[in-house]
């Protein structure tokens, strides 16, 4: 069964890192567009960045220009975030999902199909 699954998250301090990864289960991530969205309480899911089938880049959130980047493994089937420089704002569940085979970063979050179970990113002192 074809699933995604994210892991990495965690406690972290103003200013420290984190690297987020979503491994593919049971399909070839390096053939589909990969999108990481996150979601803070009492707030509607957003966009982060994406990393399509051409390695393309495209950074849906502002706030993480300069701080976020997105890369593939296509050896370990899996896609990492790595998050520097991280504020109390970045605090949130940070989900992976893939929209149809084919499809690329510019799509609506809505076209993302499949998602996979999220992980927890608190930044705090």
């Known amino acids: 069964q074809a699933q995604l699954v994210e892991s990495g998250g965690g406690l972290v301090q103003p200013g420290g890192s984190l690297r987020l990864s979503c491994a593919a289960y049971?399909?070839?991530?390096?053939?589909?567009?990969i999108g990481w969205f996150r979601q803070a309480p009492g707030k509607e899911r957003e966009g982060v960045l994406c990393i399509s089938s051409n390695y393309g880049r495209l950074y849906y959130l502002d706030s993480a220009k300069g701080r976020f980047t997105i890369s593939r493994d296509r050896n370990k089937n899996t896609v990492y975030l790595q998050m520097n420089s991280l504020k109390p704002e970045d605090t949130a569940v940070y989900f992976c999902?893939?929209?149809?085979?084919?499809?690329?970063?510019?799509?609506?979050?809505?076209?993302?199909?499949?998602w996979g179970q999220g992980t927890q990113v608190t930044v705090s002192s």
């Open positions: 049971g399909f070839t991530l390096d053939d589909y567009t």
């Open positions: 999902a893939t929209p149809r085979k084919g499809s690329g970063c510019y799509v609506t979050m809505a076209d993302f199909a499949s």
